[in-house]
């Protein structure tokens, strides 16, 4: 069974940092692209980021471009994301989600964490 | 960008009634790259459709999918109980991938 648990959130002053884990297990993540998605509090949800199984591609929102940025461990099937520079905007549930496939659907998100909880105030 | 339009904003049916959603892009969706996710309270969202009309895996045969170009439809031909929730359509075939604002389909 597939299990994405993430770590890492919590409450961070604006303009400061955190950096956001998830743990993938029941399958192999290295031939999954994996993305993260938010959710602001009782608000739809938001791409923010992507990146390829191989690592080499990354693709970010303009909202988060040159602030976050995403990377993973395919020897420890573990995703990250580095945000910086955090805004009050920003305060919002983060989803970890694997790729479909590593092809077209690379976007197409099938599997979700149950995510961790970002709150940007003073 | 694609911005996806979902109408209506909440839906009031009952058990056993039929539900249909709607989701509108701005520009034609590529290669019908459109999906619909479930979401309940306190849960993450759960992929049902995806290239239009496929059900994913372990999706009930109730619930369906169809359109193409700019004009999708969500159908769940009679609503149990566990079907309320918030719905989102999320086009993937453009970067950035986007999502509509959601659906809610309450009890009524």
């Known amino acids: 069974e597939v299990q994405l648990l993430e770590s890492g959130g919590g409450l961070v002053q604006p303009g400061g940092s955190l950096r956001l884990s998830c743990a993938a297990s029941g399958f192999t993540s290295s031939p999954y692209a994996m993305s993260w998605v938010r959710q602001a509090p009782g608000k739809g949800l938001e791409w923010i980021s992507t990146i390829s199984g191989s690592g080499s591609g990354t693709y970010y929102a303009d909202s988060v471009k040159g602030r976050f940025t995403i990377s993973r461990d395919n020897s420890r099937n573990t995703l990250y994301l580095q945000m910086n520079n955090l805004r009050a905007e920003d305060t919002a549930l983060y989803y970890c989600?694997?790729?479909?496939?590593?092809?077209?659907?690379?976007?197409?998100?099938?599997?979700w964490g149950q995510g961790t909880l970002v709150t940007v105030s003073s | 960008e694609i911005v996806l339009t979902q109408s209506p904003g909440t839906l009031s049916l009952s058990p056993g009634e039929r539900a249909t959603l709607s989701c509108r892009a701005s520009?034609?969706?590529?290669?019908?790259?459109l999906a619909w996710y479930q979401q309940k309270p306190g849960q993450a969202p759960r992929l049902l459709i995806y290239?239009?009309?496929s059900r994913a895996t372990g999706i009930p045969d109730r619930f369906s999918g169809s359109g193409s170009g700019t004009d999708f439809t969500l159908t769940i031909s009679r609503l149990e109980p566990e079907d309320f929730a918030v719905y989102y359509c999320?086009?993937?075939?453009?970067?950035?991938?986007?999502f509509g604002q959601g659906t809610k389909v309450e009890i009524k």
């Open positions: 520009q034609s969706v590529s290669s019908t790259f």
């Open positions: 999320q086009q993937y075939g453009s970067s950035p991938p986007t």
């Open positions: 290239v239009a009309s």
């Open positions: 989600a694997k790729g479909y496939d590593s092809g077209s659907y690379f976007r197409l998100f099938d599997n």
